[in-house]
Structure formats: structure tokens, C-alpha cells
């Protein structure tokens, strides 16, 4: 089969949400990656056939983002752009159904890529108050609606959190957090390796500032534009394990490890990549960042949804025909220090993989020097439709700069699934 | 075949205009008399109803023909072809039958008059839909009844604002304003205005409802309350003419003195205002302007069989106010703009300079926030030259210094493709000069915008001997996309207009120098009708950039454009002008004052008091003494050229007709005289009048 390349990537800083981007909406950084790409690449804008991006917490009045996207970035309207949603794993499916579009013979060239903001997220009226609300609006006597009014309740007024009930699981009803406490109960992994792991993660996302600053484009802010975010405002320069200890349990007061400190952040960003066949990008003179070898994504159990890695992972190395060992450098969004401690204990746990993978043996062992070398999600931020993305790209040009041959992108999903792409240059 | 079709089909009579050969339709004396016949024959045959309309794509009626209006010679004359059109539109106004409009696209002047005769209007929601009564902006008033029935149909307020100002409106607002009736999509128009007939035959058409405030009602019916109204009126007619432009004036007395009254009465004191004002050598200037504006829209620079190059994507050389203004010009006509500058501090001030257009823009409602969001979108800052290589054309705005021009031309070549074009926004420094280093210099042109950008609507295309056809064709289609009116000039230093400017600057600062009174200088050039006094002006471009600008002419002219030691002085002080608050002028709070620390820098060795008359003409002939310079060296091939730009580009009175008008109205010969006294009484060779002037 052909490979499909990736040509090129950028992405924004990724900003603490309600920090310097809370006044831009995930419509916009969309639409600025993609011009800089287009201005990066020197692509005509009229030869992008599609652009796909993963978003999951669509704006109200950006509905398929990826057309909004499209269209605010100068490429012509008669271009195709759709919007894709797999919760947290929304960067990556944007990028694997390019894979998908092109193998096809669908589409030639793709732009897909993510986009989050956080702050943007709204408050909701409740529905008892909304259905009154409607009514009012209907309502033809003076009459009716005094009686409206009068029935409404102080407690109906209280706003809905957008973010709070993004985060929360619809089936098992279990905060993305508590899910991460489940699994830190179940394979027992402590307070102090969950800080540790959160410690390594702000150091090593500060020590790679200038390697991350190849793949942001900085963005000028501000009502005046009197600012300009050069680098992601997530990690910290300072952090000490006193201060992670300091913390208090988020999501079980009572007996929880899980805090704020070791979870990933609340963050604003995009990031977006142009796809297309190898062959493709060489007629056209580019010399392609990397190739998708393989992916995978799989189902498990939506409380148990940080070990959507343990389960993706092989899929997809299956797929490529590799091994665990054969990658030189893999990136898992970190959506909790816990999670991603019990996908690495799980893939290497000979048990998990017969019980659950129908395998004789574990799938491997994850290096932790191999794994997250620039930080992630508790450092740099989780942007959560943003992220699949941006871990192609940091991992894509990590293996440029090392020269390595595989590496690996993965991520877990709320909801309970797992994605994982297998990269190669 | 005449310009009138009448077709009376199941009783419903249909007037459509559609002038052969023409992309509008415009009355004239011919097309006026077809008309006149059209509606006898409608009032013998009485069909049930009468419906107008036009066959042109996006053009109801443009308007009477102006050129027939700038042959009338006289006062009488203007009189008559005033009566005439009277008598035929009182003719349709008196017809029996339901009248209706339809309005598909431009409706101004004779056209809108006309449709004001009829009794109901219907317009397109298009935005060629374009109503309005723009008379006075050619130094005359509406002559076919238009002060008569606006007044009548929307009210006197609206009909004093529209006349006045001369705004145009679109068929939504005139909807609103009870102009028109209703609005149907331009396609259903025409099958509309015969189903609205029919409506009205019906006696379907449910009666219209004025809705008025208490405050317009007693502004419009009481007599004190009319009386504040026009005081008002003329108070904002005067602060915007300054008493230059006597027509809104004239029209706003005959509206006084006819409101309220029989219209035969009124009409006859419109007609007798219009020709009143036709004959006003200030009309006959704003017609030459209307001319010269309509010449040069189009004016074929290069040859036609040139096509001009797409331009996809434009990328600016240098942010900062230019590149921004001009990035923001580029990204509202919906081409992206990439935007490069050396540090972060130049990107933030070009996204400011056009986010500050862009909002301005939301909040006169020239545009929605999407529209606003997506625009803006298309700048995106850099500080490297990437984006670039795809760009079809590249303008560079960085600061005025030869040597960082030309090091900037360099990197353009070597990151611009071969078939990018590299235009200069340079004010002074030649083309050639700045290119020097560029291996291909036929892709090499100037392309001088003016600030503010978004608001000056010219644009100097500067064409070197090396210049292809193809590149200029492109600037020059380029701009025009821009909505800018460009003049071609030759590639010398200052080009045309900041040649012509400096030294009227120059000499403002001289006169001070001498003890002129700042302010009485600047109210001199502003009693002449300039927008700004040349002081002010210089404190508005900044004196460290006007003194750049003026060093490099000198440098390049000699002697007669000698810099004034003031400036440079002035610029030595630290007092930068406005962007400082703090040069000629002190400001603050909204208000200015005289700085007068400027009068102990630099002093004349003679102080002598100079009368205002002195002053002007040493500030204006000044300027047309290069303007001759400029003739003669073919910077431009075109007195007209001059005209225009210097209008255009500098806010020259266009009541005056533009420079050259304006000395060719006071005589060559007498400038001649007057520039070779005004050198024999200052011992200023600079004054010595050129040879272009002395040979005329």
C-alpha cells in the first residue's frame, strides 16, 4: 500500500485555559494554524481538497468547525471540510480518517488537525429553567406568563458547567478524574508515583521549550495586541515536589491520590498537519516530516478509560508489524499521571495480555526515557480535541531530531477507548 | 432604437430603460423626450397601472447625464433643462393610474427624482441597490424635485439628511425611511412591481403607518421646531464645507422657503437654485473632478493586450502602520495577507493598525463581526520570509533608508519566486535606487500608498525603464482591486505627489522661520481650502519622517529644496509631531495648541511681516512651479495627472478642480509674474519660475 505522508505540522502555543487565548475561540486557532501551514508549506490554498479537524467541545455558533476553519483560513469555498469527534482522541481520528479519505481516492490533500478552547466552553441554563424560558417566549397573556415566572425555582437557576459535564462520562456517570482514581486504586499506584511522574513531566517540558518552539507558530493576543505567546504557558519553570504533595485530592477527598497537580491541564490550543500520498508530496518537492505506518483504536471499559493505550498499542503494532521495542520514541496524552502509569504497568503485564488481548505474552516494556520526552499533558496542557494532533507532530519531529525510524502516538478517550498511530520516517 | 420600451400588457403598462450601447442608463436630453412621449401615450391609453423599470444589470436610472449638464452656459439655460425635466416628471406624478418604481440597482439624482414622481417605489435587497440624491457633491441641488417630494415622502429631517450630505442609501434603509414600499429579491423585481400594481388595484395594500417620535414631530411640524432644525442643519453643512461648497447651502434655503408649501412654488425656486448654482465656478470644478475621477478609474496605463498577473496572496515587507494599514487593505478585499517584520513589536502595531479599521468599520456597520473575524484571519504576522515564495506580489513598507531597502530587496529575490512581483512603498527614494542589487529588475515597480491607507484613495505606481509591461499591468490591476485610483509616474526621487508637497511643507516651515504666526499659516492654507494646514500636516506624517523625506529631495533637487533648518531643528528637539503629542503643536485632551517653544530654534536673519496673501502664494505657487518641474521631465505625461493625485492623494480643495485647474484659473502668466516678484522680494532663487510655466 502507499504510504500516506505528513508533510508538515504546526501549532499553536497551548495556553492554560482562561489565560491569553480565553478571548479566542477554538474557530480561530484553528484557522490560524492552518493559515501558517499554508504559508509555512506554500501550498495554494485552492489545492487542499478537504480539511478535517477533531473538536469536542464544538462552539455554538461554529458548528462543523472544520468548514468555519476552512473558509477563515483563505482556502477557496468550493473545499470540502468536515469535523470529527472521538472525544480526546478527536486530533488523532482527524488525522487517521485523512489516511482514510486519501488511501480511498477520496481526497488528495488534507489538512487535519484539532482545536480546543477551554475557557470557551459555556455555562448552560438548566432544562427546567430552559423549558420555561421557551415558554415565556410563547406564552400570549400577561397572565400565562406571571404564572411561568412564579413557578421557577431559586435551585433552577443555577448554571450547568459545560466543561464539568464534558468531563464526565454518560454511561458510567464517572468524572474522567474518578476514573483515573479507579485505576490508581486498583493497581495500587501511589500518590508519590503519580507526583513524581507529574514532577518529570514540567521538567521535561521546560528543558524542551526551544525543540516544542520548531513546531509553534507564536500568536500575537490581547484586545491591543500587546502581547505574544511564544511558548506553551503550561510548565513550570519551579515546580517542587513539596508543592505537588501539597495538594489536595481532586476527585476523592477521602481517600484519592488523583490531584489537580498530577492530572493534565485545562488548556487552550490547535494544532493541525498536511497529509497526503508519499508520492504526492515528492512530485511536489516536499520532503515529508513522516509516514502513518499503522492505528488503531479499541473499546474497553468507559471506568477504566486511561488504559485506552494498554489496548490501542498493540492493535495498531499488530498492524505494523512491530514491536513494542522497535519504537524509539512514543507520546500518551497523560490525561492523568495514573492513567498513563497503569497502561505502561499494563503492557508490560503478561496477565493483562492474555486476559484481555488473547496474547501469550506482555506487549513490552515502555522506557520511560523513550516515553514523553518533552512532557505532556500535565505540562504542556491537554487541549482535548487538540492533543491527538500535536502528539503526531512533537513525536514526528522528535524522530527527526533523534533519526529514529518508529514511533508512536497515543492517547486514551473518555468514554472508554483507546488510539494509538504508529509514525515512521 | 430609443432607450424607452412601453409595453401594455392585460391593461398594466411597463416602462422599461435600457440606453443602447451603454452598461447604465442616464438621462439625457433625448432620453428625456422619449420619456415625455412614453408617458402621454400612457395618460391617452390609460392602462390601469404603470410600472417602471430598467433592463440593466444592477442600474435602476444613474442619473441625468453630466456631461450634457457641464455644456449649459448659462443661467437661463440651467433654468430651462431644469423646467423641462420638471414639467415631464409633474406629468407622471399627475398620471391617474397607480405609479410604481422598481428599483433594481443604482437609483441617484434625475433617477431617484423620477422614481420620487412616481406614487409607490419598490426596490431589490441587493447591494447594488444604491438611492440617494448626490447633486450637491457636484456643486448643484436636486433641479427635477427632488428638495420637493423627499421632503414630502420621508419626512423633513431624513430628506434635509439625504440632500445634504448626499448619502447614499441601500433599499433596506429606504425601506425603513418609507422611501420605498417594499423590497423583493432583484430576480422577482419586475413580476413583483406588476403584482404590487395589481395589489394596489385590489385595494389590498394595507395603509402605510408614519411612525414618528414626539421629537421629530415637533422638529418637523412646529415652527420653532423647524426653525432649530435648519439652524442645525446649516451649522453641520457649514462645519463640513467650511463655506466652500455653496449647494448644500443653496438647498437647504430653497427646502426652507418652500416646506410646507405649494409645490408648482416650490419647484420654481429649486429650478431658479440650480441654475443659481450651475453656473458657480465651483460646480464647474467638482464636474471636472467627477470627470478626472471617472478617467482615471480606468485609464489605460499600459497596453490592453497586457493581462495583468493574478495576485492569490500579497505579502508585506515591513509591519508598523504602512504594513499594517496596507495588509488590512489587502485582507478586506478577501487575499491573504503575510506580514513580516523583524521583531514582534512592528507585527503588533500592523495587527493593531488594522484590527483599530476593522473595528471601526463593525461600528458603522460597513460589515458584520463574521465578515470582520474572517478578514482579519487573513493577515498572518511573521518575522521570517516564509509564505513568501507563493506570494504573487510583494510590497515592501519598510523604513525610508536606502540601504535597508535595498538589503530587503535582496532577501525578497532570493525568497520570492521568479514570478513575484516586488513593489516598493517608498514616498521618495527611487525605485531604481532601491532595487540596485535585484538581479531580474523587470518585476521591480513602485506602488505608493498614502496614510492612512484604508482612506487615501490614491496610489502612486512608480515605473522604472527596466519595468515589465506585465509587472506594472499587475500593480496597476492590483491596486485598482484595492478600490485606489492610480497614476503612473516616472521613477524619480518624490515621484509626484511628495515632490509637489515638500516644498509647500518646506515653505510653511520657512514662513515660520520668519516669524509667521504658526496658526495664521495654517488657517491661510485652510482659508484656500486645503483640509489641514501644512503645520499641522507636517506634525500629522511626524517630523522625523516628513524631515527624512524632505533631506532625500534635497539631496536629489538641489537647492530650491533646500530642507528648512526649522525642521531638522525641530526634529533634533525630540518633538515628533502628533504620534508624540508633542511638535508644532502641543496635544492633549482633544485639543491643540501652538507649541511656542518651536519660534526660539530657528530664526531668519530678516523677520519681516508677510500678509496672508504673500503667504499663500509663496506655500501655493510653490507648488505649481514643481508641478511644472514635473510636466516637463514627464513624471507625468498629463496636467490632469496632477490634478488627481495631488486631490487624491493630499486632499487638494476639489472645489479648485485640482492644482493645475487651479493655475490655469488664475492664469500661468500671472504666476509667472507673481513667482518672479515673490523671487526678486525674498532673494529666493527657489521661486524662479520654471521653464514649463514661462513658455506658456
Redesign the interface.
Known amino acids: 500500500m502507499e504510504r500516506i505522508a505528513i508533510v508538515d505540522g504546526i501549532r499553536t502555543p497551548f495556553a492554560k485555559a482562561w489565560t491569553v487565548f480565553e478571548d479566542i475561540p477554538a474557530q480561530k486557532l484553528g484557522a490560524l494554524c492552518v493559515r501558517e501551514l499554508l504559508e509555512r508549506t506554500g501550498l495554494a490554498p485552492g489545492l487542499v481538497d478537504e480539511v478535517i479537524f477533531g473538536c469536542v467541545a464544538q462552539p455554538m455558533e461554529a458548528s462543523n468547525i472544520a468548514r468555519v476553519i476552512s473558509l477563515n483560513s483563505g482556502i477557496p469555498e468550493r473545499k470540502r471540510a468536515y469535523t470529527v469527534s472521538r472525544n480526546c482522541a478527536s486530533g488523532l481520528e482527524s488525522v487517521t480518517s485523512a489516511w482514510e479519505k486519501i488511501i480511498t481516492g477520496m481526497d488528495e490533500i488534507v489538512i487535519a488537525g484539532g482545536t480546543e478552547s477551554m475557557s470557551n466552553i459555556p455555562f448552560f441554563f438548566g432544562k427546567e429553567i430552559t423549558k420555561t424560558l421557551t415558554r415565556l417566549g410563547k406564552a400570549k397573556t400577561a397572565w400565562e406568563k406571571l404564572r411561568l415566572i412564579a413557578a421557577v425555582r431559586p435551585a433552577q437557576l443555577k448554571p450547568v458547567l459545560g466543561l464539568v459535564e464534558g468531563l464526565t462520562d454518560p454511561v458510567c456517570g464517572l468524572n474522567m478524574g474518578s476514573t483515573a482514581e479507579v485505576l490508581a486504586k486498583e493497581l495500587g499506584i501511589t500518590r508519590q508515583e503519580q507526583d513524581d511522574f507529574a514532577l518529570r513531566s514540567h521538567q521535561r517540558a521546560v528543558a524542551a521549550r526551544a525543540k516544542l518552539k520548531e513546531e509553534i507558530v507564536p500568536v500575537i493576543t490581547g484586545r491591543k495586541f500587546d502581547a505574544v505567546l511564544e511558548d506553551d504557558n503550561g510548565p513550570r519553570e519551579n515546580l517542587t515536589p513539596e508543592a505537588l504533595a501539597k495538594m489536595k485530592p481532586y476527585f476523592d477527598r477521602a481517600a484519592g491520590t488523583v490531584t489537580v497537580g498530577n492530572s493534565c491541564q485545562v488548556t487552550d490550543g490547535a494544532c493541525c498537519m498536511l497529509v497526503m500520498k508519499e508520492e504526492k508530496a515528492k512530485a511536489m518537492g516536499y520532503e515529508p516530516l513522516g509516514y502513518i505506518r499503522s492505528y488503531a483504536y479499541e473499546g474497553l471499559d468507559p471506568s477504566r478509560m486511561g488504559l485506552g493505550p494498554a489496548y490501542a498499542i498493540p492493535a495498531a503494532l499488530k498492524k505494523a508489524g512491530l514491536a513494542l521495542k522497535d519504537i524509539g520514541v512514543t507520546e500518551i496524552n497523560e490525561a492523568f499521571a495514573a492513567q498513563v502509569l497503569a497502561s505502561v504497568r499494563m503492557l508490560a503485564s503478561k496477565k493483562f495480555a492474555e486476559e484481555n488481548l488473547g496474547l501469550s505474552a506482555a506487549v513490552g516494556e515502555l522506557d520511560p526515557d523513550k516515553l514523553n520526552v518533552n512532557g505532556s499533558g500535565i505540562s504542556v496542557g491537554h487541549p482535548v480535541g487538540a492533543t491527538g494532533s500535536r502528539l503526531i507532530l512533537t513525536v514526528l519531529k522528535e524522530m527527526k531530531r533523534r533519526g529514529l525510524q518508529y514511533g508512536l502516538a497515543s492517547l486514551c478517550v473518555g468514554g472508554g477507548q483507546g488510539g494509538a498511530v504508529v509514525l515512521e520516517r | 432604437m430609443g432607450a424607452l420600451n412601453l409595453k401594455i400588457e392585460n391593461e398594466i403598462a411597463v416602462l422599461a430603460f435600457d440606453l443602447p450601447g451603454s452598461r447604465v442608463n442616464t438621462l439625457d436630453a433625448a432620453v428625456m423626450g422619449e420619456l415625455s412621449a412614453a408617458i402621454d401615450e400612457v395618460a391617452a391609453k390609460k392602462p390601469k397601472a404603470l410600472v417602471i423599470t430598467s433592463l440593466k444589470d444592477g442600474v435602476f436610472i444613474a442619473g441625468a447625464d453630466i456631461k450634457g449638464f457641464e455644456r449649459i452656459k448659462n443661467e437661463a439655460e440651467a433654468e430651462t433643462l431644469a423646467r423641462e425635466g420638471q414639467e415631464i416628471y409633474n406629468k407622471l406624478a399627475a398620471l391617474e393610474m397607480p405609479t410604481v418604481a422598481g428599483i433594481n440597482g443604482a437609483c441617484l439624482g434625475g433617477g431617484f427624482e423620477l422614481a420620487l414622481a412616481c406614487k409607490y417605489r419598490l426596490a431589490g435587497t441587493g447591494s447594488k441597490v444604491k438611492i440617494g440624491l448626490p447633486e450637491v457633491s457636484l456643486g448643484i441641488l436636486p433641479g427635477w424635485g427632488g428638495t420637493q417630494r423627499l421632503p414630502r415622502l420621508a419626512g423633513l429631517s431624513r430628506a434635509l439628511e439625504l440632500i445634504l450630505t448626499a448619502r447614499i442609501i441601500s433599499g433596506k434603509d429606504a425601506l425603513k425611511y418609507g422611501i420605498v414600499d417594499r423590497l423583493y429579491p432583484e430576480t422577482l423585481l419586475a413580476a413583483g412591481a406588476v403584482d404590487f400594481a395589481l395589489e394596489v388595484l385590489a385595494g389590498r395594500l394595507p395603509a402605510k403607518k408614519k411612525k414618528r417620535s414626539l421629537l421629530q414631530a415637533f422638529l418637523e411640524d412646529t415652527p420653532p421646531g423647524r426653525a432649530l432644525m435648519f439652524s442645525q442643519a446649516a451649522k453641520k453643512v457649514l462645519e463640513k464645507t467650511k463655506g466652500f461648497y455653496p449647494a448644500p447651502l443653496k438647498a437647504l434655503e430653497v427646502i426652507k422657503a418652500t416646506c410646507g408649501g405649494e409645490i408648482a412654488a416650490g419647484l420654481e425656486l429649486e429650478r431658479k437654485g440650480l441654475a443659481a448654482l450651475a453656473v458657480t465656478e465651483v460646480s464647474r470644478n467638482l464636474v471636472k473632478v467627477f470627470f478626472l475621477n471617472e478617467k482615471f478609474k480606468k485609464f489605460p496605463w499600459v497596453d490592453g493586450s497586457v493581462k495583468p498577473l493574478p495576485v492569490?496572496k500579497c505579502a508585506v515587507a515591513g509591519a508598523g502602520i504602512m504594513g499594517g494599514g496596507i495588509a488590512q487593505l489587502v485582507s478586506s478585499r478577501?487575499i491573504?495577507a503575510?506580514v513580516k517584520d523583524i521583531n514582534?513589536e512592528a507585527?503588533?502595531q500592523a495587527?493593531?493598525t488594522a484590527?483599530g479599521i476593522y473595528r471601526y468599520a463593525l461600528k458603522k456597520r460597513k460589515m458584520n463581526k463574521y465578515q470582520a473575524?474572517?478578514k482579519m484571519?487573513?493577515i498572518?504576522?511573521?518575522l521570517t520570509y516564509?509564505?513568501f515564495?507563493?506570494a504573487g506580489l510583494v510590497i515592501e513598507a519598510v523604513v525610508e533608508d536606502l540601504g535597508i531597502k535595498q538589503k530587503v530587496f535582496q532577501e525578497l529575490e532570493e525568497n520570492t519566486s521568479q514570478h513575484t512581483i516586488l513593489a516598493s512603498n517608498t514616498s521618495s527614494l527611487t525605485i531604481s535606487a532601491i532595487g540596485e542589487k535585484v538581479r531580474d529588475k523587470s518585476r521591480l515597480a513602485g506602488m505608493h500608498f498614502f496614510n492612512p491607507v484604508n482612506r487615501m484613495p490614491l496610489v502612486e505606481v512608480i515605473k522604472t525603464e527596466h519595468t515589465s509591461p506585465e509587472t506594472l499591468a499587475t500593480v496597476i490591476a492590483f491596486a485598482r482591486k484595492l478600490g485606489k485610483i492610480v497614476v503612473v509616474t516616472k521613477d524619480s526621487p518624490g515621484f509626484l505627489v511628495n515632490r509637489i508637497l515638500v516644498p509647500y511643507l518646506n515653505e510653511a516651515a520657512l514662513l515660520v522661520e520668519e516669524g509667521m504666526p504658526i496658526e495664521r499659516i495654517d488657517a491661510v492654507a485652510k482659508a484656500f481650502g486645503m483640509p489641514m494646514g501644512p503645520i499641522e500636516l507636517i506634525d500629522e506624517v511626524g517630523i522625523d519622517v516628513g524631515a527624512k523625506v524632505a533631506k532625500i529631495l534635497e539631496k536629489a533637487y538641489g537647492d530650491r529644496m533646500r530642507v528648512s533648518g526649522l525642521l531638522e531643528a525641530t526634529k533634533h528637539a525630540g518633538l515628533l509631531g502628533k504620534k508624540k503629542n508633542k511638535g508644532f503643536y502641543i496635544y492633549g485632551d482633544g485639543e491643540k495648541k501652538v507649541n511656542p517653544g518651536i519660534y526660539g530654534l530657528v530664526q531668519a536673519a530678516v523677520k519681516r511681516e508677510i500678509p496672508d496673501e504673500t503667504a499663500l502664494k509663496r506655500m501655493i505657487y510653490g507648488m505649481i512651479n514643481e508641478a511644472g518641474r514635473c510636466l516637463e521631465e514627464k513624471v507625468v505625461d498629463d496636467a490632469q495627472a496632477v490634478d488627481i493625485a495631488m486631490i487624491m492623494g493630499t486632499g487638494f480643495p476639489p472645489f479648485r478642480g485640482g492644482l493645475w485647474q487651479y493655475a490655469e484659473d488664475t492664469g500661468l502668466a500671472n504666476i509667472v509674474i507673481d513667482l518672479a516678484a515673490l523671487e526678486k522680494e525674498f532673494g529666493a532663487p527657489r521661486f524662479s519660475p520654471c521653464a514649463y510655466l514661462s513658455r506658456r
Open positions: 492569490d478577501d491573504p503575510r514582534y507585527l503588533k495587527l493593531r484590527d473575524a474572517h484571519g487573513l498572518s504576522p511573521t516564509s509564505g515564495k507563493n
